[in-house]
């Protein structure tokens, strides 16, 4: 008996390709919806949220320090308040830390003994801070003049350290357990909240990236705004500074940078430095207002009053730092 044998199977036929291109039918569906439409609006309200986001990021650089000062609000709670929510939350810097070293700059600035702001580090200030340094850290100060911009870089990052050390170490005694939770939580907050916000936007590489430009700007724009202020200023040591009252004590020791609204809004204020000192809790917006009274005072007393411009501060400062580090040049 004859076997049956398997139909052969029925060859698949390729759907006939119509002619013209492939991506033509869905270009006609887009343009059909208008998705090719310009839209001029919506790019205009794109950029103005950037640049506001930027003036937000600028504005919490300074308001941690205003609210500091009690400049801000008329509560100190409320104060408080907004200060550690932007430098906590915002910056990732501990308020509590940051307002222990800054009362102690302010009560005796450029002080050799009793101002952290100009005690012993990477750099150096006074000539006899240099005595006796060898190895890295007298390389670091025969050539700090030079390095002192890019090591400004590292600024931001040494804040959010030096005040996460401060808020978790056990040794840390001045700050309560339940200020200490506070802190630490919005810390972590700000960390996590940073990360996770890079690590959703882009690769993990490019996050990176961003990050370390992001931070050395941050640090950068903190030195360009600090070191005016005091450095290549009078230095009191010893019991030089009993011998002054408050006024010369603030003035001697501080500089102003001549300028207009847009340095008013980059530095935050600080260029009226002379004035920040002679009154801590006065609103920044008054500063410029009290400029012209504090420099007749002064004129009056005799008490030399220190101003200068952007760039020729920045030369003074670092034609300080090049001094303080000749004797170990010319030693080696």
């Not at 011998?243 to 008013?264: E, K």
Request: aromatic share 6%; proline share 7%.
């Amino acid at each position: 008996m004859p076997q049956a044998t398997a139909a052969p199977p029925e060859r698949v036929q390729a759907p006939a390709r119509a002619s013209g291109s492939e991506f033509t039918p869905l270009l006609r569906a887009v343009r059909r919806q208008g998705l090719l439409e310009r839209r001029p609006a919506w790019y205009t309200a794109e950029i103005t949220v950037n640049l506001l986001a930027l003036a937000a990021v600028a504005t919490a650089l300074v308001r941690p320090h205003d609210a500091g000062h009690a400049q801000t609000a008329t509560r100190r709670r409320t104060n408080h308040l907004i200060q550690i929510l932007h430098a906590n939350l915002l910056l990732g810097m501990s308020q509590e830390w940051w307002n222990a070293k800054h009362n102690r700059h302010h009560a005796s600035p450029n002080h050799v003994d009793k101002d952290p702001d100009v005690a012993p580090d990477v750099l150096v200030f006074a000539p006899h801070q240099a005595d006796g340094r060898t190895g890295p850290r007298g390389w670091l100060t025969r050539h700090q003049a030079w390095l002192f911009f890019p090591l400004t870089t590292l600024e931001g990052i040494a804040l959010k350290a030096y005040g996460l050390r401060a808020v978790f170490s056990t040794r840390e005694r001045r700050v309560t357990r339940r200020a200490r939770a506070v802190e630490g939580g919005l810390l972590v907050t700000h960390l996590v909240g940073y990360a996770v916000l890079l690590l959703t936007a882009m690769p993990l590489g490019r996050a990176l990236l961003f990050a370390a430009i992001h931070q050395m700007l941050l640090g950068l724009h903190l030195g360009l705004a600090f070191a005016p202020n005091h450095k290549g200023m009078a230095m009191p040591g010893g019991h030089v500074d009993e011998t002054w009252g408050h006024l010369r004590r603030q003035v001697l020791t501080s500089r102003n940078i001549r300028g207009g609204p847009l340095t008013d809004w980059l530095l935050g204020g600080l260029n009226y430095q002379i004035e920040h000192h002679l009154f801590p809790s006065m609103p920044r917006p008054h500063l410029r207002l009290a400029r012209p009274l504090v420099r007749a005072h002064c004129r009056t007393l005799g008490v030399p009053y220190t101003e200068t411009g952007a760039l020729d501060s920045y030369r003074q400062v670092l034609d300080h730092l090049h001094a303080v580090g000749e004797p170990l040049r010319t030693a080696g």
